[in-house]
């Protein structure tokens, strides 16, 4: 009669059709190992992602083979502060309104004033709330002190709520590259070069070893974990041994097109770019983020051995993802802050018990602002009314499932009358549109035949209907745009359908001036 009972209630459980995580046999809720990554792109290899040859990245290789990757994943906003405000919230940059740098004080924006944040929702459904190193905006001392997370949502924090980040050793400072070349003062964070010490005075290391104690330690309720990596922002500052991983000789510079941004937004960094070329740097920056890349990866190992060592792997999710893409020298861009793929697209994994398939993947197109209706699912909880996003479980069992287009925005600044603004991009599974109100530009690119979206094609002939159409998907979630069907300010239109930018200056013949501003 026993077995009987048993061979019953496993046929149940293995039938079981439900979202929720099945709870540990003392009635928890599944645990969540939250992993944030700082600044991280789309060149991590694995056996779906295909990224950067050469690059080594087996541990994110290792977490995919135990999660579900999602290859098109979209950031809110490809910056920092309001790309996390909105992971956080839930709220869409668009609704908040904290699409740039504004508002550091995100919660005196009327949008924000009375949401829960992620560890605000677990805490008050019963998770002990643990956090460490950077997930909300902040940066590492001896920069900055401070930061963007509440107190109230934690029961702790690594090293402390004020100081989130422990302190960043830097390079010597011989090795900061860009002020030993240039006679114009540049921001010393923005530099590369090996650090001559072990890897156990580097923050993420710290982090990571505050994290696995507490995987080590015993738990009476269940735990939202939230452990923030700093790398690989800027500096790429790393122990020796992960520049040795690749050899400034085999380095390959990245695909680029000459004056690429002739039929486009001209972002105004380009003179960091020339400052790159003109100084022969381009191969020691690539090699530099290649390095502190695998220096992320080992520290996401140390973290998975300590979660493998854990009591709770069975009944643990984690989820990791990045806030924004970067730039590498595409489209003469060092940075983030485009509304373009290598500013947008992040890797993003989830890693299910009993419910992702291990090493599974899907490239449909989807949003880091679905990571909270997610979870909330997840854990057998309605989801927020203000949450913007949608769950992806659906996507867990069918990997065709119809998302919705992923929208992202960002502030910029109109060249015209230098006043601040916010553009928008729509991104289907075969196309990216972008449109820039002040100006009228529109951009249009086919990732079928363009994924390095070197060619606009928004204004060619017989692209009408898809405009339109890509026009009305934008308005289904930013209401208010309006159009015009004029040609574009600062452009010309060609008659085989070619934008192109008046008085565009190639890149040679930039001046040098100071490229942050």
């Given at each position: 009669?026993?077995?009987?009972?048993?061979?019953?209630?496993?046929?149940?459980?293995?039938?079981?059709?439900?979202?929720?995580?099945?709870?540990?046999?003392?009635?928890?809720?599944?645990?969540?190992?939250?992993?944030?990554?700082?600044?991280?792109?789309?060149?991590?290899?694995?056996?779906?992602?295909?990224?950067?040859?050469?690059?080594?990245?087996?541990?994110?290789?290792?977490?995919?083979?135990?999660?579900?990757?999602?290859?098109?994943?979209?950031?809110?906003?490809?910056?920092?502060?309001?790309?996390?405000?909105?992971?956080?919230?839930?709220?869409?940059?668009?609704?908040?309104?904290?699409?740039?740098?504004?508002?550091?004080?995100?919660?005196?924006?009327?949008?924000?004033?009375?949401?829960?944040?992620?560890?605000?929702?677990?805490?008050?459904?019963?998770?002990?709330t643990?956090?460490?190193?950077?997930?909300?905006?902040?940066?590492?001392?001896?920069?900055?002190?401070?930061?963007?997370?509440?107190?109230?949502?934690?029961?702790?924090?690594?090293?402390?709520a004020?100081?989130?980040?422990?302190?960043?050793?830097?390079?010597?400072?011989?090795?900061?590259?860009?002020?030993?070349?240039?006679?114009?003062?540049?921001?010393?964070?923005?530099?590369?070069?090996?650090?001559?010490?072990?890897?156990?005075?580097?923050?993420?290391?710290?982090?990571v070893?505050?994290?696995?104690?507490?995987?080590?330690?015993?738990?009476?309720?269940?735990?939202?974990?939230?452990?923030?990596l700093?790398?690989?922002?800027?500096?790429?500052?790393?122990?020796?041994?992960?520049?040795?991983?690749?050899?400034?000789?085999?380095?390959?510079?990245?695909?680029?097109?000459?004056?690429?941004?002739?039929?486009?937004?001209?972002?105004?960094?380009?003179?960091?770019?020339?400052?790159?070329?003109?100084?022969?740097?381009?191969?020691?920056?690539?090699?530099?983020?290649?390095?502190?890349?695998?220096?992320?990866?080992?520290?996401l190992?140390?973290?998975?051995?300590?979660?493998?060592?854990?009591?709770?792997?069975?009944?643990?999710?984690?989820?990791?993802?990045?806030?924004?893409?970067?730039?590498?020298?595409?489209?003469?861009?060092?940075?983030?802050?485009?509304?373009?793929?290598?500013?947008?697209?992040?890797?993003?994994?989830?890693?299910?018990p009993?419910?992702?398939?291990?090493?599974?993947?899907?490239?449909?197109?989807?949003?880091?602002?679905?990571?909270?209706?997610?979870?909330?699912?997840?854990?057998?909880?309605?989801?927020?009314?203000?949450?913007?996003?949608?769950?992806?479980?659906?996507?867990?069992?069918?990997?065709?499932?119809?998302?919705?287009?992923?929208l992202?925005?960002?502030?910029?600044?109109?060249?015209?009358?230098?006043?601040?603004?916010?553009?928008?991009?729509?991104?289907t599974?075969r196309?990216?549109?972008?449109?820039?109100?002040?100006?009228?530009?529109?951009?249009?690119?086919?990732?079928?035949?363009?994924?390095n979206?070197?060619?606009?094609?928004?204004?060619?002939?017989?692209?009408?209907?898809?405009?339109?159409?890509?026009?009305?998907?934008?308005?289904?979630?930013?209401?208010?745009?309006?159009?015009?069907?004029?040609?574009?300010?600062?452009?010309?239109?060609?008659?085989?359908?070619?934008?192109?930018?008046?008085?565009?200056?190639p890149?040679?013949?930039?001046?040098?001036?100071?490229?942050?501003?």
């Amino acid at each position: 009669m026993k077995n009987t009972f048993l061979i019953i209630f496993l046929l149940y459980l293995a039938c079981s059709g439900s979202s929720q995580v099945d709870s540990n046999a003392n009635g928890k809720k599944p645990n969540v190992l939250f992993i944030a990554v700082d600044d991280l792109n789309d060149w991590i290899n694995t056996n779906a992602w295909t990224g950067r040859p050469g690059i080594k990245t087996p541990n994110f290789k290792r977490l995919a083979e135990m999660s579900m990757s999602f290859i098109n994943c979209e950031v809110p906003s490809p910056a920092c502060a309001p790309s996390r405000v909105a992971i956080m919230t839930g709220v869409h940059p668009v609704k908040s309104g904290i699409t740039g740098w504004r508002h550091p004080e995100w919660r005196k924006v009327p949008a924000l004033q009375k949401v829960e944040t992620i560890e605000q929702f677990f805490k008050a459904r019963g998770y002990i709330t643990l956090g460490g190193g950077k997930i909300y905006h902040t940066l590492a001392p001896p920069r900055y002190i401070g930061n963007q997370s509440e107190a109230r949502g934690w029961d702790f924090y690594f090293p402390s709520a004020q100081i989130p980040i422990p302190y960043q050793v830097r390079a010597p400072k011989e090795s900061i590259t860009i002020n030993n070349v240039t006679e114009i003062p540049q921001p010393d964070y923005f530099s590369w070069g090996p650090i001559p010490l072990e890897e156990k005075y580097m923050a993420d290391y710290q982090i990571v070893d505050w994290a696995n104690y507490e995987l080590s330690q015993p738990h009476d309720k269940p735990f939202f974990l939230a452990v923030g990596l700093t790398k690989p922002h800027d500096p790429w500052e790393v122990p020796q041994k992960y520049f040795d991983l690749y050899p400034i000789d085999s380095i390959r510079d990245v695909e680029i097109k000459k004056n690429d941004l002739t039929d486009a937004w001209n972002h105004g960094r380009r003179p960091l770019d020339k400052f790159i070329v003109d100084n022969k740097q381009t191969k020691k920056v690539i090699q530099a983020y290649m390095a502190t890349i695998s220096f992320t990866d080992a520290m996401l190992g140390r973290l998975l051995d300590g979660f493998e060592k854990s009591l709770y792997k069975n009944n643990t999710i984690i989820v990791l993802w990045s806030d924004h893409g970067m730039h590498m020298g595409e489209k003469e861009n060092w940075e983030k802050f485009t509304l373009w793929e290598r500013s947008l697209r992040a890797p993003l994994f989830f890693m299910v018990p009993g419910i992702t398939e291990a090493g599974s993947s899907t490239h449909v197109p989807i949003g880091t602002i679905d990571i909270f209706p997610t979870l909330a699912e997840l854990i057998g909880e309605k989801t927020p009314s203000y949450c913007d996003g949608e769950s992806l479980v659906p996507m867990f069992k069918d990997k065709a499932f119809n998302h919705k287009p992923v929208l992202s925005t960002y502030e910029l600044k109109d060249s015209i009358n230098d006043k601040p603004y916010d553009a928008y991009t729509i991104r289907t599974e075969r196309y990216r549109y972008i449109y820039y109100p002040p100006s009228g530009l529109e951009e249009l690119y086919d990732h079928e035949i363009d994924k390095n979206e070197w060619n606009n094609i928004a204004y060619k002939p017989g692209n009408n209907k898809l405009i339109i159409d890509l026009r009305g998907l934008l308005l289904q979630q930013v209401p208010n745009l309006t159009w015009s069907n004029n040609v574009p300010k600062g452009y010309k239109l060609l008659e085989d359908g070619t934008i192109q930018k008046l008085n565009y200056i190639p890149l040679e013949y930039l001046k040098q001036i100071k490229w942050w501003l």
